[in-house]
């Protein structure tokens, strides 16, 4: 309450004058007047108390910093200024007036007339929105629904304060839902809850689809139209809204039990289907068509020069385009009504109407252009004049042309708006009702996605980009993939005479267009892909320009940093010191530093401020040494009478011996040597140094007149002589080492400071003076003769400093301070340092950071504003119930290997466990576990190096720390910052009480700009249930006073006799060790009814304060010095990016988890490059950066009002964080990014947690596919910019998907010629077989397949920061750790989970585990983990190569198959043999066999009721078709269809047997079918067998058994002998009827409902498990088999855990079992 703006921003809110209280409100508080507007609001509508207070500080804080930051200041500073009210008035209702715009309404923020009663009014209408938003719980993810409520209550309002009168009673009006305490949050927030409620529950966890629910969304946007108002206020409870939960208030009344009905889907219904794709981005899959047919157009007339294309006849075969055009159109039409059909029930009439209206003439166009096209048309009579003077256009029905340029109309109208998005964005405003109309027509009238156009410069650039990148496109498509094909596509179209293999059932049909489509499909495929590869290469070589231009990675090493590190000051002062000057964006930094006049120097002193924080942070972080850490600080106290900054010393360090030896053995002018010495700038800084810190020394430690003045004396002709330069010539310059060796001896003496050692000082001092005078002086000093001789009071040599008057001659030892300890430190490090210190600090981490921060200060970022002037913030951490701080008992846990968390940490961080033993004064390891408090420390050590809350916490905390810190220098007088910050850090006592303290100030403003909370959603239930995790949150409070921690308290209370769940959300902070509560709100239900971590988020964004909002993870760590360019950061809310202010900053993210294994680093490598190089090139120029995850800020009060920052429907928004970016977009925010500053992440470690991860990002990419969200961007953006957003977010994983069909396809295309017989036809006629055009397509196939897309990013992010030379090098080694084989395997977890999600649904949030993974996974649970995504399928396309190795003629040479297909045969490989490759101890032999028993045991164990998946393999099996049981009719469809395609193995490979003699009937196909059912049966035999007689009639089992074996013999032996059965043969049949058998599986499941009915289930459950039995198997035995080789074992863990050898963990010692070494 002290700071002047928080004085003025509570004066404001305490003016209640004219407000009429009710009577029986808190009286005694009334009549003390301590009542203020809130109080008021409450009184009235009947809000909770606690709410009232959290908003009040709210409140009060935004008002208190918007009024500080006001330019020019205002006057008096404790009166609340207009301008202050309006910034904050313009934020929160920007979206409410917008809206009622949109509506027509006119809004409800009316003010009065005098002065005074303004700011008032303006204060309650602000107290009001917020007091809804504060207690709206669920409700706050539906914004416009909280307009509609702040709309009707701000109305009474206002009826309220001008006194007006009901007409019905003649009484003043009350509010409709007064009074009481919590009436607003029983009679609105709670109605609205159970409606939202209820539909969640519809969804039965994401198990029904999401046509059958509403979500927040559709909730929401029933308050887009204007029928809202229908509700009403009070709202009606039978209003359309409520219809859901209409019954529940009906059943009460009646017991009536009616179904309940919905409030249906608003404008768009999520159906589950790939349709989606096209109808979000439908002009792009246009386009990308027309372009096909007009290079294929183009292609097919041989020898075109460019002019031909212009001929007539050319011009209309090219103009052919516009029919598919129009048929694509009408596809587009019919899917938007079908799509959108069950949503009918919540369409306007005008929506309906369009859709018809849009069918009708899109059909209309379908029919009439290919009618004009093929002239049989006959113009009437009138027209024929009229067209007659068009007929010189020869050859070309002008009926067409005519038709096409209306059909064209639109088009060129949408161009000339693409040009001008100036005029689109005010045209989309709009309110007119002409520009409404013809807005209806192009596309429904939504709140959102209107006017997101950029500015037109932002326009050019990235038409440009994608100009470029299309023309590269096209040229290779045309002339690489589609021209090569035609000619051989000819000649096989021409051949007629075809043998066939097989039963062909159109043996007449011409033109072979079987074989032309398995030609043709693969090369269209990759046209649709190969977008994605150009744009990888186009934004690698545009994000490194601009990266480059951004001046990334100028300080890459240290020597880079060692020789800027003069410019670093200036440099700092430029960026981070606050100063009135307004800094030009775009600056080069030449200034030098070193001069420093007087007025310069508290500059300096606040960058050594700085700067040694920063390096005692890394000590704390056991990154340093102590060592280390005096070596890389500056003085904090610097002397006045030096000249010169003082540098560092490990800048400094063997500077003076080597100058030293230099003038020791000079032999020339003074001039000379002094050139010498200044020829290196840091020489000259430590030469002045050292002889003036000598000058300091002895003036301290010489006190005795005489002494002082003979020393005064040489001092005077020291220094007359150098400036005369004449010192050479009366100096001898050999004694000077002796000198200095004897300086050395005294300053350690008083560096120890030992009183027994005063005579050796007494010595040394005769010594030195011995030297100087004796063996230096060439002429002797008149005056120092006279002193020490002739004069009665001479003492003779050997008394001199011994002091034998009463009077001391020394003082020894010497006052110690701070300053003069440091001084003497610093001393001895300068003239004892005698090895360059070119290599600190050692840590590699240190390393990193320094070079990090020292280049962010030459990068471009705004200049910082003081603190009290700067944007206040609050970062938000979600956590649930991972790890904080690691137990005792976790540190010494071992795992099967015998290793331990703590002894693995002590391999990989070795240096930093030694700087660790030595903060703790600690020898030997076993001295840390002695005392409790070492364990304490030790545990910290642990979780600081984990991902745990701690470290996060930690981390976030240094926010607070550099806020301090700059307020200090942004406060404290010269004579303070001189002083050194230090003095403050420790208070004393009654600093800490006294409010005027320069401490409390501090504290004051630290808590204004920054809140932290974290929400821990159980900390209630962990509190009661005494999990150790209640305790370590708590440790953490008392440790950080300033954290915040918000949960949700599940309370059981009575309530008429009922006990009823109530639910609060609860904000605590600690108070001497114990949590004390500060805000508790009542919640109107569960908070979790959608997904779980934005609900997290929401419940506790009330706790927050401030102007912008940083989201932080779990798996986040920061860094002081990032955290002193958080002021800078957050100005760039206020500089100019583009058309709109930006609302998301967007943050570059270090991955600290790459020193783990190998596969940790890939992934680290992938995240960099993404976090990096890929956002800055989405958001400029391409401007789609969204918000992918997590250091960004947001824009606090932009987003709170427009829906919070993140949406929570239950499977929909299952990447909750993209959503926030596009809600941000799509409601007309900006997202920008900056790489200034930076935040540490973690990622996942193993590749069973890494699959985990991919699967969760790729099940939320198929639920975007279907979301609003991204059809709304696909349509609202311009062409440009909707293809950015397609390749960046959904087309990536379309074009993955595509990658691996593609193979598919051409493989499938393969068999078919092979087996149908066509290939070989082809091979005798057509000469050309398009081979050339095939081999690059699986060339761009392949090339995606092994992460081409990942590493140019990567490639190019590592050489801009670490040099190109380390990039090459990094590639190499990862190609040698097989990245290529991680990153194949990871296309086939992305494309399984994409797919599967789209079709069937069934995506859940997926907890990756954030252990230290270095531990063996079992067969079995690799086997579970892979199966269906990875094996099934790698195992289909062995058998598919095989069978086209076998059977296939044209690759006659092993050569050409080998080219064709090894990209194929490695992604097989990778797919079956990826997860045992990177297992640690995967090929131990020991290990395998107890896998293999483990396998066994799981695959025979039954399951049941309660049996989890990992116990037995029934249980999993039934989990792995969980989502058949729940997707819709389309989904088993399409599963049985693509089962069919295993039925052509059998088809085409019966008729190559010998058995089949060359018939060609399609009997032969029959008789297959044949063996099938005779197999069957009789396994279905022997099973009933074993059941009925196994027990009683043993003897006849066996003799049933000995029959069936004896005719199976019997049955061989004659086709062997009569019917030429070959070995071979059977061979064959294996391969035919195994798909065949898989095919039925595969029906089979998708149609369980009615195999079971048929009672044919069990048979079904006991073929999949042979065929598990079987793929188990197979895959086990290779693994098994190099397991026998010993060197398998040693090559594997070489490969897996590179990083860490070369950081000598013997992992090879950790796998034996680390117990021996302990």
């Not at 109080?39 to 909770?48: E, I, P, V």
Request: aromatic share 12%; with cysteine.
């Amino acid at each position: 309450m002290q700071l002047e703006e928080v004085k003025a921003a509570v004066g404001a809110l305490w003016n209640t004058r004219g407000l009429n209280w009710p009577t029986e409100f808190e009286r005694h508080r009334q009549k003390a007047g301590d009542l203020d507007l809130l109080d008021w609001l409450r009184a009235m509508f009947g809000f909770q108390r606690d709410n009232v207070r959290n908003q009040r500080e709210h409140l009060i804080l935004l008002l208190a910093n918007n009024h500080t930051a006001l330019h020019p200041k205002p006057e008096p500073l404790n009166k609340l200024d207009e301008r202050a009210i309006d910034a904050i008035m313009d934020k929160l209702f920007k979206n409410y007036k917008t809206w009622c715009k949109f509506l027509g309404r006119k809004h409800s923020l009316r003010l009065p007339q005098g002065q005074q009663e303004i700011q008032q009014r303006k204060m309650l209408y602000m107290g009001l929105y917020l007091l809804i938003w504060g207690e709206a719980a669920n409700v706050r993810f539906m914004p416009e629904c909280l307009c509609y409520i702040f709309h009707n209550m701000a109305y009474e309002l206002h009826g309220l304060l001008a006194g007006n009168v009901s007409i019905v009673t003649g009484e003043n009006i009350k509010p409709s839902y007064g009074g009481d305490d919590e009436s607003f949050l029983r009679k609105v927030i709670t109605p609205l809850y159970r409606v939202i409620e209820k539909e969640a529950k519809k969804s039965k966890h994401g198990k029904a689809p999401h046509s059958s629910w509403c979500n927040y969304d559709d909730l929401n946007e029933y308050f887009w139209s204007s029928d809202c108002f229908s509700l009403g206020w009070p709202m009606r409870d039978d209003g359309d809204f409520f219809k859901s939960t209409r019954d529940m208030v009906a059943q009460g009344r009646k017991g009536s039990n009616r179904k309940s009905g919905s409030t249906g889907k608003s404008y768009f219904v999520e159906t589950r289907t790939f349709w989606h794709i096209f109808r979000s981005f439908d002009r792009l899959w246009t386009f990308y068509i027309l372009a096909l047919q007009a290079m294929i157009i183009i292609a097919w007339h041989d020898n075109l020069s460019l002019s031909d294309i212009f001929r007539t006849d050319m011009l209309h075969n090219l103009s052919s385009i516009f029919i598919p055009a129009s048929f694509l159109r009408f596809l587009q039409s019919i899917l938007d009504l079908i799509l959108n059909f069950p949503g009918y029930h919540r369409w306007k009439f005008t929506d309906v109407l369009r859709n018809i209206l849009k069918m009708v003439v899109s059909l209309a166009w379908a029919v009439i252009l290919p009618l004009f096209y093929v002239h049989s048309f006959v113009a009437p009579n009138k027209i024929r004049d009229v067209l007659s003077r068009l007929h010189e256009i020869k050859g070309i029905p002008t009926l067409y042309v005519v038709a096409v340029f209306l059909y064209l109309l639109p088009n060129l109208l949408a161009a000339v708006l693409f040009i001008f998005p100036m005029l689109r964005r005010w045209i989309e405003n709009s309110d007119w009702h002409i520009i409404r109309f013809l807005l209806w027509w192009s596309q429904p009238r939504i709140y959102v996605g209107r006017g997101m156009h950029e500015s037109q410069f932002a326009l050019l650039k990235y038409t440009i980009f994608w100009a470029l990148l299309l023309c590269s496109k096209f040229a290779f498509s045309y002339f690489i993939q589609i021209k090569p094909l035609v000619k051989p596509t000819k000649s096989i179209m021409r051949i007629n005479l075809v043998h066939y293999a097989w039963h062909e059932f159109f043996p007449q049909a011409k033109k072979n267009y079987g074989a032309v489509v398995s030609l043709w499909a693969p090369v269209v495929l990759v046209y649709f892909m190969d977008t994605q590869i150009w744009y990888a290469i186009y934004s690698t070589l545009y994000g490194g320009i601009v990266g480059a231009f951004d001046r990334l990675g100028e300080i890459r090493t240290l020597g880079m940093l060692r020789s800027r590190f003069q410019s670093l000051p200036g440099a700092f002062n430029t960026c981070l010191v606050p100063s009135d000057k307004t800094k030009k964006r775009g600056f080069s930094l030449s200034k030098r530093f070193a001069e420093v006049p007087a007025s310069r120097r508290s500059e300096a002193a606040k960058f050594a401020q700085i700067w040694n924080e920063v390096i005692c942070s890394f000590r704390e972080e056991d990154l340093i040494s102590d060592g280390e850490m005096d070596m890389l600080l500056v003085p904090y106290s610097s002397d006045p009478s030096l000249k010169i900054i003082q540098w560092p010393p490990f800048l400094l360090a063997s500077k003076i011996p080597i100058a030293l030896d230099m003038a020791a053995q000079f032999r020339s002018r003074d001039a000379d040597l002094w050139k010498r010495i200044c020829a290196d700038e840091y020489m000259k800084c430590a030469v002045i140094e050292c002889y003036e810190s000598f000058k300091y020394l002895l003036n301290i430690l010489v006190v005795g007149e005489n002494e002082k003045r003979m020393i005064g004396i040489i001092i005077k002709e020291i220094e007359s002589n150098i400036s005369k330069n004449t010192f050479l010539a009366n100096f001898r310059m050999s004694p000077l080492p002796t000198l200095c060796k004897k300086f050395v001896e005294l300053v350690e003496i008083l560096k120890d400071g030992d009183p027994s050692k005063r005579d050796t000082v007494v010595l040394l001092l005769q010594d030195m003076l011995e030297v100087v005078t004796r063996d230096m002086m060439v002429n002797e000093i008149r005056e120092l003769a006279e002193l020490g001789h002739g004069n009665k009071d001479s003492i003779s040599r050997n008394q001199l400093f011994a002091g034998t008057n009463p009077k001391p001659a020394i003082i020894f030892p010497p006052i110690v301070t701070a300053q003069w300890e440091e001084q003497i430190r610093r001393l001895y490090l300068l003239l004892t340092v005698k090895e360059s210190a070119s290599d600190v600090p050692t840590n590699l981490e240190a390393r990193r950071r320094v070079a990090f921060f020292a280049n962010s200060l030459f990068m471009d970022m705004p200049r910082a504003p003081r603190v009290r002037k700067m944007l206040s913030f609050s970062v938000m951490t979600p956590y649930y119930s991972e790890e904080t701080v690691y137990s005792k008992s976790d540190l010494e846990m071992e795992n099967e290997d015998g290793v331990s968390i703590i002894y693995y940490l002590q391999k990989i961080f070795p240096d930093e466990w030694n700087n660790f033993m030595e903060r703790l004064n600690c020898k030997k390891e076993s001295e840390v576990w002695e005392n409790e408090e070492n364990i304490l420390h030790l545990r910290h050590w642990v979780s600081l190096r984990g991902q745990t809350l701690c470290r996060t916490v930690r981390g976030m905390m240094y926010y607070r720390r550099a806020l301090r810190l700059q307020a200090f220098l942004d406060m404290a007088s010269e004579k303070e910052i001189l002083e050194g910050y230090k003095a403050f850090t420790v208070p004393s006592e009654e600093d800490k009480k006294s409010q005027r303290s320069t401490y409390a100030q501090l504290e004051a403003v630290a808590d204004m700009k920054f809140t932290y909370v974290a929400t821990c959603q159980n900390y209630g239930n962990q509190k009661r249930s005494g999990d150790r995790r209640a305790t370590d949150i708590l440790n953490l409070m008392v440790n950080n006073p300033a954290l915040r921690v918000a949960y949700i308290d599940e309370v059981e209370e009575g309530e008429n006799g009922k006990v009823q769940k109530v639910y609060y959300s609860v904000l605590v902070k600690a108070v001497d060790t114990l949590d004390q509560e500060i805000y508790r709100i009542k919640l109107p239900g569960s908070a979790k009814v959608g997904e779980g971590k934005p609900e997290n988020q929401n419940h506790a964004i009330v706790f927050t304060r401030g102007e912008a909002l940083q989201t932080i993870d779990m798996n986040q760590d920061n860094y002081l010095e990032e955290a002193f360019k958080m002021r800078n950061l957050l100005e760039e809310f206020k500089e100019d990016h583009g058309v709109r202010p930006p609302s998301i900053l967007g943050v570059r993210e270090h991955i600290f988890t790459g020193s783990v294994s190998s596969l940790a680093w890939f992934m680290s490598n992938q995240e960099t490059s993404f976090v990096t190089i890929g956002q800055r090139v989405l958001a400029r120029p391409l401007k789609v950066r969204f918000h992918y995850g997590h250091p960004d800020v947001f824009d606090r009060l932009f987003h709170i009002t427009r829906g919070g920052i993140s949406k929570a429907s239950a499977g929909i928004n299952l990447s909750e964080d993209i959503f926030a970016g596009f809600n941000s977009t799509l409601r007309r925010g900006n997202v920008t990014h900056h790489e200034y500053i930076q935040v540490g992440k973690g990622r996942d470690v193993g590749l069973n947690q890494i699959s985990l991860f991919e699967a969760k990002v790729a099940c939320g990419n198929g639920e975007q596919t279907l979301s609003r969200d991204v059809y709304r961007l696909g349509h609202r953006f311009d062409f440009f910019r909707m293809l950015s957003c397609y390749f960046t977010t959904v087309g990536f994983y379309v074009s993955s998907m595509i990658v691996v069909i593609t193979v598919y396809v051409f493989l499938y295309g393969k068999l078919y010629l092979s087996l149908s017989g066509l290939e070989e036809a082809i091979i005798k006629f057509a000469r050309s077989k398009g081979d050339h055009a095939l081999r690059t397509v699986m060339a761009s196939q392949s090339l995606v397949q092994i992460g081409l897309l990942m590493a140019l990013p990567m490639l190019m992010e590592i050489g801009l920061e670490r040099g190109f030379r380390t990039a090459l090098g990094d590639m190499i080694i990862m190609q040698l750790q097989l990245a290529s084989v991680f990153f194949t395997f990871s296309l086939g977890t992305k494309v399984h989970y994409f797919g599967r999600t789209v079709l069937h649904g069934g995506a859940k949030y997926r907890a990756t585990g954030r252990g230290f993974v270095v531990r063996h996974e079992k067969f079995a649970e690799n086997y579970r983990m892979y199966s269906r995504s990875h094996f099934v399928k790698g195992m289909e396309l062995m058998i598919l190569l095989i069978a086209y190795e076998v059977y296939g003629s044209a690759a006659s040479d092993p050569a050409t198959y080998i080219l064709f297909t090894c990209s194929m045969w490695f992604l097989v490989a990778s797919w079956l043999f990826a997860p045992f490759l990177f297992n640690p101890s995967g090929f131990e032999w020991q290990k395998i066999v107890d896998d293999w028993d483990d396998w066994s045991k799981w695959m025979n164990s039954r399951g049941g009721i309660g049996v989890p998946a990992n116990k037995s393999w029934e249980s999993w099996w039934e989990e792995e078709q969980e989502h058949l049981q729940y997707t819709g009719f389309l989904g088993r469809f399409w599963e049985t269809v693509l089962s069919l395609r295993f039925f052509i193995y059998q088809y085409g490979i019966v008729y190559h047997l010998h058995v089949a003699n060359g018939d060609k009937s399609i009997v032969v196909y029959g008789l297959s079918w044949l063996v099938i059912a005779a197999v069957i049966i009789i396994l279905k035999i022997v099973s009933m067998g074993r059941k009925k007689f196994s027990a009683d009639f043993q003897l006849m089992f066996r003799l049933l058994k000995l029959i069936l074996f004896i005719g199976f013999i019997g049955t061989l032996v004659i086709l062997f002998v009569f019917l030429s059965l070959t070995v071979g043969d059977i061979f064959a049949s294996l391969l035919a009827f195994i798909p065949t058998g898989w095919a039925l599986l595969g029906i089979s499941q998708a149609l369980r409902p009615a195999v079971k009915a048929l009672g044919m289930w069990g048979s079904v459950k006991a073929l999949g498990r042979g065929y598990e039995y079987m793929m188990g198997l197979s895959i086990f035995a290779p693994v098994a088999i190099l397991a026998w080789f010993p060197f398998v074992s040693e090559f594997q863990t070489r490969l897996l855990f590179n990083q860490a050898f070369s950081r000598g963990l013997q992992i090879q010692r950790i796998l034996a079992g680390g117990k021996k070494n302990k």
